[in-house]
């Protein structure tokens, strides 16, 4: 019966593992996934203030829209437990979070402040994405691991 119970548990602890694992992986994946997007969209808004794609109010408002809910959900997908793995996240993230944390926030707040203008005419897109291009690369050199 102890053999039976200890085997249990011990199935128990390989399962909550297994999981565990499969969680960090999953919130790695989501992260990148969130990042990938975020590397659209600006593709997207980068083309139209070049002026290699048309301008187009909506297309600009969508893509500052899809940054900021990208931005919205980035604090959540950066647990403890996810350090290691397929991941470029530095260390840092979590050896210096509230720095991690206000590059998020400062990013998040030149979308939501450059919003209106970047969509309201082609200048105002241009000076936009100098701004939020900005944010991109600064926390990068910070916080991601070059290849
Ligand atoms: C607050 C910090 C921060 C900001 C701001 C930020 N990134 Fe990232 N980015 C990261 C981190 C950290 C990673 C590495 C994630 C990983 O590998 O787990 C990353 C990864 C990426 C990747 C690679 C995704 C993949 O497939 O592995 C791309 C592309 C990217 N970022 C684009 C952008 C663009 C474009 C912007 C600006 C519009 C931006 N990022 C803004 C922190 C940031």
Redesign the pocket.
């Known amino acids: 019966m102890k053999k039976f119970v200890t085997a249990l548990a011990l199935a128990g602890v390989l399962a909550t593992g297994a999981t565990a694992v499969l969680a960090q992986q999953n919130v ?1 994946e989501a ?2 996934d969130l ?2 997007a ?2 659209q969209q ?1 593709g997207v808004l980068t083309r139209m203030a070049r002026g290699t794609d048309p301008f187009d109010a909506a297309k600009a408002k969508a893509a500052f829209d899809a ?1 900021a809910n990208t931005y919205a959900k ?1 604090p959540t997908v950066f647990p403890e437990s996810s350090k290691d793995g397929d ?3 530095m260390a840092a ?1 979590w050896t210096d979070r509230p720095k ?1 944390d206000a ?2 926030a400062k ?1 998040a707040k030149n979308v939501a402040d450059n919003r209106d203008k970047g969509s309201a005419s082609l200048d105002g897109l241009k000076q936009a994405v100098a701004v ?2 900005q ?2 690369g600064t ?2 050199e910070s ?2 691991k070059p290849r």
Do not use: V
Request: contains cysteine; aromatic residues 12%.
């Open positions: 790695i992260r990148k990042m990938k975020n590397g600006s940054l980035f991941t470029r996240a993230i991690f590059e998020i990013a939020i291009g944010d991109c926390c990068h916080f991601r």
